[in-house]
C-alpha cells in the first residue's frame, strides 16, 4: 500500500472541538491533497499542500507535511456539524493514491 | 459550471451483461481521470487520458474493462461480462491544462451487479 493506515479510520467529536486527521505515505511525493467525501456525492479538494511547503491553511483547515516522515496532516478547528464526512489524503501528481479515509462525525 | 457529470448515477445489471458509464468533464478541462470506490479496496486509479489520447490504464482490469474518450467533452467506461465483484462507484475527475496536478470529481456512478 501506498499508505501506511490501511484501514478507515473513525472520529467523533463535538461541535466546537479542533481535530487532527493524519496520513503517512510510503513513496516519494511533491504534493499531498486532502478532499471531503459527503455521503452520495464524490470527493472534494479542500486543500492541499505541496513538499515546499511545511503549513498552509484556508479559513479553518490547516494542512501540514513533513517529507522527512513522508507525512501530512489536517486540522479543523472549532469544527462544525457540517464538517461531518469522510476525509481522504490523497498523492501524485496525476495518478492519485488515495488514504484508506477518515470518517468524521461532529455531534451538536 | 456544471462540475463534472456522471450518468447514470445509479446502475442495476445482471451478471453477465454489458454496462456503460458516462462522464462529461468540465468544461475546458485537458484531462480525464477514472477511478472506482469500494468499502474493502478503498479509491482505486484505473486509468487517465490527456487531450483525448489515453495515458496511463494501469490500474483498469485487463480483461473485461475499457475506457474511451471519443472528444473532449466526454469520456465512457465499458464493463463487459458484468461480474458482482464489478459492483462500485466509478467516479470520474477531471483536471485543467494549467493546473494538471488538481482534479475535480464528479458524483459517481454506483454500479450493482446482481
Known amino acids: 500500500s501506498q499508505w501506511g493506515e490501511e484501514n478507515l479510520q473513525a472520529l467523533s467529536i463535538q461541535e466546537g472541538e479542533d481535530v487532527t486527521m493524519n496520513c503517512s505515505y510510503k513513496?516519494?511525493?511533491?504534493?499531498v491533497h486532502w478532499y471531503r467525501q459527503d455521503s452520495g456525492r464524490g470527493p472534494a479538494l479542500i486543500i492541499l499542500?505541496?513538499?515546499?511547503?511545511r503549513e498552509k491553511r484556508s479559513g479553518r483547515l490547516r494542512a501540514t507535511l513533513d517529507t522527512s516522515s513522508q507525512s501530512s496532516s489536517l486540522s479543523i478547528t472549532a469544527a462544525q456539524c457540517e464538517d461531518t464526512a469522510v476525509y481522504f489524503c490523497?498523492?501524485?501528481?496525476?495518478?492519485?493514491?488515495f488514504g484508506a479515509g477518515t470518517r468524521l462525525k461532529v455531534i451538536a | 459550471n456544471a462540475g463534472v457529470i456522471q450518468t447514470p448515477r445509479h446502475k442495476v445489471t445482471g451478471k453477465g451483461q454489458e454496462a456503460t458509464l458516462w462522464c462529461e468533464p468540465i468544461?475546458?478541462?485537458?484531462?480525464v481521470f477514472w477511478y472506482r470506490q469500494t468499502i474493502v479496496q478503498g479509491l482505486e486509479f484505473l486509468t487517465y487520458?490527456?487531450?483525448?489520447?489515453?495515458?496511463?490504464d494501469s490500474g483498469m482490469p485487463k480483461e473485461r474493462f475499457s475506457a474511451q474518450m471519443p472528444n473532449q467533452s466526454h469520456s465512457t467506461l465499458k464493463i463487459q461480462s458484468t461480474q458482482p465483484q464489478d459492483s462500485a462507484v466509478y467516479l470520474c475527475?477531471?483536471?485543467?491544462?494549467?493546473?494538471?496536478?488538481?482534479?475535480?470529481f464528479g458524483p459517481g456512478t454506483r454500479l450493482l451487479v446482481l
Open positions: 487520458f490527456r487531450n483525448q489520447a489515453p495515458i496511463d
Open positions: 513513496t516519494y511525493t511533491t504534493v
Open positions: 468544461s475546458g478541462h485537458s484531462a
Open positions: 475527475a477531471s483536471s485543467p491544462q494549467e493546473n494538471q496536478d488538481t482534479q475535480y
Open positions: 499542500i505541496r513538499s515546499n511547503e
Open positions: 490523497a498523492t501524485g501528481n496525476y495518478k492519485y493514491v
